[in-house]
C-alpha cells in the first residue's frame, strides 16, 4: 500500500471541528431534555386516560420506533414546508431528534410505570396521600429511578443518531467531517478523528448521565447506568 | 417544465429498493450475527485478556455513529486498493455494527442462564463445549429471541444511513424520485410507510416473544 496517513492536515481545521462539536452536543442536550420532559408528559397522560388518548400516544410511538430516524428528517425538513412550515437545518434536526426520541422515553418510562405494584399506590393512598401526591411519589419517580438506565442508553444512542442531520445539512460534527473531507481529500484521517471524537464524548455523556442519576436518584441508580452498556429498550 | 408526479412506476421503484434493504439487513443479521456470536462467547471466555479484548470492541462500537462506521468501511475498503461496489462497504459496515449490538444482547443471555445449570452440567463431566452445546446455549437462545428480533428493527431502520454513501435502498430511491417528482411529503410518507410494514410485525413479533417467554419461565 502506496497510501501515507496525514493527520496533520486535519489540525489547521480545528474550528470547523469544535463548532461541530459544540451544535453535535447543543442538540444533544437540547433534544434530551425535551424529548425525555415529552416522554413523561405522554407517558402519564396514557397511564391516567384511557380510550383516545392512550390509542393516540401508542400509535405515536409505534409510528416512530417502527421507520427510520433518517426518513423522519426528511419529513421535517423537505416536507413540512410543502405544508407552509419551513424551517431552517438546525430547528428540523432539534424537532426531528425530539419527535424520535419522545417516543422512545415515552415506551421506557411507560414500562417504568406499569412495573410500579399496584400495592405501592394503595399504601400511598392509604397513608392520606393525594392523587398528586402518589402520582409523584409513588409512581412516576420511583419508576423514572427505575428506567434510568435504559434511558441513558437511548439518549447516548440519540446523540450519536444526531450524525444523521448531516444528510439534511445540519453543520454538526459528521457535516464537518465531510466539509473537511472535501476540503482536503483526506477522507480516512479525517473520519479516523471524527469517529474518535465522537467515542470521546459518547464515554463523556455517559459519564454526565451517570452523575446526574447519583444527583437525581442516588447511589443504587448511578452505579447501574455507570455499567449498562445496552440495555434494550425495547 | 413539467415533473414526474408520484404515481404507480413510482412507488414500484420504492418497492424495487426496499428489495435492497431487506437484502442488506439479511446481510447484516446473518454476517453480525456469527461475528456477534463469537464475540459475546469471548466476552464469557475464562480467560481474562479475550474478556477485556470483547468487552473494549462492544464499548467501541456502541460508543460510535453507525454512519462514522459506514465512511470508515467505504473509504478505507478504497484505501485498501479494493474497488467494491457499494453494496460490499454496507454490508461489512452494517455486520460490523450488528456484531456489536448483538454480541453484548446475547452475553447478558448467556449469562442469564442460572449458575446451577453449569455447576450441574459441571458434575456430569462435561466439557466446556459440551456445557455450551446441550446445556447453556439452547436455554440462551430461548431467552436471547425477543431481543434478537427487537434488535433485527433496529437494523432495518438504519440500513437506510447506507444511503448516505449512495447505496441505492429504500431511503435512496425516496431521494431519487423526491428529485424527479418535487412531492416530498408525499415521497417520504410512503418511503416511511414502506418502513413501517417491514418493521411493525416484527416489533409486534418481538413483543409476543417476550410474553410467551414470561408465561413460560418459572420467574
Known amino acids: ?234 | 417544465m413539467t415533473f414526474r408526479t408520484f404515481g404507480p412506476d413510482e412507488f414500484l421503484f420504492l418497492l424495487s429498493g426496499l428489495q435492497w434493504t431487506v437484502l442488506l439487513t439479511i446481510i447484516a443479521l446473518i454476517g453480525g450475527g456469527v461475528t456477534g456470536f463469537l464475540i459475546a462467547l469471548a466476552r464469557v471466555s475464562s480467560l481474562q485478556w479475550l474478556r477485556i479484548a470483547a468487552g473494549t470492541y462492544i464499548q467501541i462500537i456502541q460508543g460510535i455513529p453507525v454512519l462514522m462506521i459506514l465512511f470508515l468501511s467505504y473509504y478505507g475498503l478504497g484505501l485498501a486498493g479494493l474497488d467494491l461496489p457499494p453494496l460490499f462497504a454496507a454490508g461489512a459496515s452494517m455486520t460490523v455494527y450488528a456484531s456489536g449490538y448483538l454480541a453484548e444482547i446475547w452475553r447478558g443471555c448467556i449469562q442469564s442462564v442460572p449458575k446451577q445449570q453449569w455447576e450441574a452440567s459441571e458434575s456430569l463431566a462435561m466439557t466446556r463445549a459440551q456445557q455450551y452445546r446441550y446445556v447453556v446455549l439452547p436455554q440462551a437462545l430461548r431467552i436471547s429471541l425477543p431481543s434478537t428480533v427487537g434488535f433485527a428493527v433496529q437494523v432495518v431502520k438504519n440500513t437506510s444511513i447506507a444511503s448516505i454513501i449512495g447505496f441505492v435502498e429504500l431511503a435512496r430511491a425516496g431521494q431519487l424520485i423526491n428529485n424527479a417528482t418535487f412531492q416530498p411529503f408525499r415521497v417520504f410518507v410512503a418511503v416511511a410507510a414502506l418502513y413501517f410494514v417491514v418493521c411493525y410485525p416484527l416489533s409486534q413479533l418481538s413483543r409476543w416473544l417476550e410474553r410467551r417467554l414470561h408465561v413460560g419461565s418459572h420467574r
Not at chain 1, 427510520?68 to 425538513?77: A, D, S
Not at chain 1, 465531510?178 to 482536503?184: D, H, M, V
Request: positive net charge; hydrophobic residues 55%.
Open chain 1, 1 to 234: 500500500m502506496s497510501y501515507t496517513f496525514q493527520f496533520g492536515v486535519i489540525a489547521q481545521y480545528q474550528d470547523v471541528i469544535l463548532s461541530g462539536i459544540w451544535l453535535t452536543i447543543k442538540l444533544s442536550v437540547m433534544s434530551i431534555i425535551l424529548g425525555c420532559a415529552a416522554g413523561i408528559v405522554l407517558a402519564s397522560l396514557r397511564s391516567v386516560r384511557g380510550g383516545v388518548v392512550r390509542f393516540l400516544v401508542d400509535a405515536y410511538v409505534e409510528i416512530i420506533r417502527n421507520t427510520p430516524f433518517l426518513i423522519q428528517l426528511f419529513i421535517v425538513y423537505f416536507g413540512l414546508p410543502g405544508l407552509g412550515l419551513r424551517v431552517g437545518a438546525d430547528t428540523a434536526a432539534l424537532i426531528g431528534m425530539t419527535i424520535n426520541l419522545a417516543a422512545y422515553s415515552t415506551e421506557i418510562i411507560r414500562a417504568g410505570i406499569e412495573a410500579v405494584h399496584k400495592s405501592q399506590i394503595e399504601a400511598g393512598e392509604a397513608l392520606g396521600f393525594t392523587r398528586f401526591q402518589v402520582y409523584r411519589h409513588v409512581i412516576i419517580i420511583p419508576a423514572l429511578a427505575k428506567v434510568y438506565p435504559a434511558l441513558c442508553s437511548q439518549f447516548v444512542l440519540m446523540m450519536l443518531a444526531s450524525s444523521i442531520c448531516s444528510a439534511i445539512s445540519t453543520n454538526e460534527l459528521a457535516a464537518s467531517a465531510a466539509f473537511i473531507e472535501s476540503q482536503s481529500y483526506r477522507s480516512f484521517e479525517v473520519y479516523i478523528v471524527v469517529t474518535l471524537i465522537y467515542l470521546a464524548l459518547a464515554l463523556c455523556l455517559r459519564a454526565v448521565l451517570a452523575l446526574v442519576g447519583l444527583w437525581l436518584f442516588g447511589r443504587r441508580v448511578a452505579r447501574r447506568t455507570a455499567t449498562a452498556v445496552a440495555e434494550e429498550a425495547a
